[in-house]
């Protein structure tokens, strides 16, 4: 940009800044906005499904290995699947979204979503529902790719933030809507396939929706369609806008960009020789990078076991109803991003947002180690030390604990549960017995070795130990929530969608977007692990790799809020160090 177009923009600030109203936009606009958002909506659906589900399916005779340890690999495999094709067609959204425009790409999606939803609700088996989540994977990879882009397009700079939140809200609503799914269905014979095949109603509503929502007008003035481009924004604007004052800059920045790229130059390599593009790139991709280190879908997965993990409750319904209030608390935070985002910034709001979770992490690992080193003892008198099974541990933790394998003992796991009777100052006359599934698919002790009804009736849990500690981690997970919608969930999308000039915008959404779907594989396939290797370990890291964000962002990220999707490359001229500067 020169001189004269510096000044332009100047001007324009001025102008919006005495004025200081919002003009009243159509409801085309919000229309289109809103039906974007759908795909949001399918995104956190799909990918939080799963929370709920995998202990419905882990239920079903023989659809799992028998062996815990080759089972948590299929859940493992099952769980990531769908992130690992995201990837992949992340990538392939792009080309889409460049070569055949941003609404033709959207439309391919729900597609492929609605696809998806059929294979997974008519899963007879693992091997096909494996297939199914691939699939359903290859259609949130696009969507998360080019729905991010067409709204950043069509929408008005002064209310851009607030549009590309509702992104991450609807996200978020998808991720509430699949948890109660979950609970719904939990005690409905094969209730999971309900889970999974119910995400085919939205992804019809947004495909037929999408047929009549107008194209980007920064597409159609890059495809040389301006008369197309100016009806769209006529119909997106409202009257007090300078429709044509907006084409125009739109048209000055295709027709430099046109003479660039007939030097023969590709959009990479016009990249690699663009400092601004490449610093802009680097904050992009280090957005999705540590949105993802912080560990959100590990969360958002596994939410049902982590509670199962703290204690508050054995039953799988009862902990998928709980599962469902937490998702409540997560979408309902979403709106604080939402309402934030336009006016404090993306800065503050993300560097604020990374200082919550941190302290929210380490809320929750602390709450893990101090519920496992104040685990009950079994009682004395209850211990065989020279058992080779249940009776051998001495303290609840040990007894429950789901990888409980003996030397030389085979791959089986040992399923064992402590009983005890409820007293004053904590369990008492307690013991480790081996625990079975009854018709409901509650885990019960085997006939004879925990009474658990009559005058004496004990109290029996097989996953996790009486503490006084697990409301810390309840509070730690919901805290950790608040934190994230309220700026790093939203301002990864939204910044990225914005950042780039129009020649690289498709390319650049798509290779951060394809960051944040790896680190989403790595870190969701890994949690398990982790778990089983390092413990309450694992949440430490996160946190480690979340102060470690903050010192980065506080010199490299900039304040967007404002800018026109033009000024971007302007923004970046500076080093990379004084960014974040002022």
């Known amino acids: 940009l020169g001189p004269g177009a510096g000044s332009h923009h100047i001007h324009k600030s001025i102008i919006k800044m ?43 005779d023989n659809f799992f290995p028998e062996d815990k340890r ?35 790409a959207i439309i391919a999606a729900s597609l492929v979503f609605t696809a998806g939803a059929i294979i997974m609700g008519a899963s007879p088996n693992k091997e096909v529902l494996l297939i199914g989540r691939v699939v359903l994977g290859m259609g949130i990879g696009m969507a998360s790719m080019c729905v991010p882009v067409y709204m950043a397009e069509t929408s008005p700079e002064d209310i851009r933030g607030f549009l590309g939140a509702s992104f991450q809200v609807m996200i978020t609503f998808g991720q509430v809507t699949s948890a109660l799914v979950d609970a719904l ?25 999408f047929i009549f929502c107008p194209e980007s007008p920064r597409w159609l003035v890059q495809k040389g369609r301006e008369d197309e481009a100016r009806t769209v924004l ?30 023969g130059q590709n959009s990479f390599k016009r990249m690699a020789g663009n400092a601004s593009v490449r610093k802009a790139l680097l904050i992009g991709i280090m957005l ?32 998928l109803w709980i599962s469902c209030g937490v998702n409540a608390i997560n979408f309902f935070a979403s709106f604080i991003g939402l309402y934030l985002v336009d006016r404090v910034g993306r800065r503050l709001l993300t560097l604020v947002s990374y200082c919550g979770i941190v302290v929210s992490l380490l809320l929750l690992a602390v709450g893990f180690t101090l519920s496992d080193t104040s685990s009950p003892a079994v009682t004395p008198s209850a211990v065989n030390n020279t058992s080779t099974g249940c009776a051998q541990f001495d303290t609840c933790y040990a007894c429950t604990y789901e990888y409980d394998y003996m030397p030389g003992g085979g791959k089986e796991p040992l399923n064992c549960g402590f009983c005890y009777s ?159 500067r002022g």
């Open 185 to 209: 269905f939990a005690k409905v014979s094969d209730g999971w396939k309900y889970d999974f095949g119910l995400a085919g109603v939205p992804a019809v509503i947004l495909l037929v929706g």
């Open 70 to 104: 080759a089972a948590d690999s299929w859940e493992a495999a099952i769980t990531s699947a769908t992130v690992g094709a995201a990837f992949v067609f992340s990538f392939v959204g792009g080309f889409v979204t460049d070569r055949f425009g941003r609404k033709p």
């Open 422 to 580: 409820p007293g004053s100052s904590g369990p008492e006359d307690s013991s480790c017995v081996a625990w079975q599934m009854n018709e409901e698919n509650e885990m019960v002790p085997e006939q004879g070795s925990c009474s658990t009804n009559g005058e004496n009736a004990k109290t029996f849990v097989a996953q996790y130990c009486p503490t006084k500690y697990s409301p810390m981690v309840l509070v730690g997970l919901c805290l950790y929530l608040i934190s994230f919608q309220s700026g790093l969930g939203p301002v990864p999308w939204i910044m990225n969608a914005e950042i780039y000039p129009l020649w690289f915008r498709s390319q650049g959404v798509s290779i951060s977007t394809g960051f944040n779907w790896a680190l989403n594989l790595i870190v969701s396939f890994t949690f398990l692990y982790l778990i089983q290797g390092i413990g309450f370990g694992t949440w430490y890291l996160y946190a480690g790799c979340s102060a470690v964000a903050i010192v980065f962002f506080t010199f490299t990220l900039p304040e967007t809020k404002g800018k026109s999707l033009e000024e971007m490359e302007e923004l970046f001229s500076r080093p990379l160090w004084k960014l974040g």
């Open 18 to 60: 005495k004025l200081n109203v919002r003009p009243k936009y159509p409801p085309l606009l919000y229309l289109t906005s809103f039906l974007s958002a759908v795909g949001g909506f399918l995104f956190g659906y799909d990918t939080g499904v799963i929370a709920g589900a995998l202990p419905l399916v882990e239920k079903v």
């Open 288 to 319: 999705q990078f540590f949105q993802q280190l912080a560990g959100i879908n590990t969360v958002i997965y596994y939410s049902a076991r982590i509670l199962q993990m703290s204690g508050i409750s054995n039953s799988v319904s009862t902990i």
């Open 234 to 263: 006529k119909q997106l604007r409202s009257a007090s806008c300078n429709v044509e004052e907006e084409l125009q800059d739109i048209v000055k920045i295709c027709k430099e960009d046109e003479k660039i790229s007939n030097t």
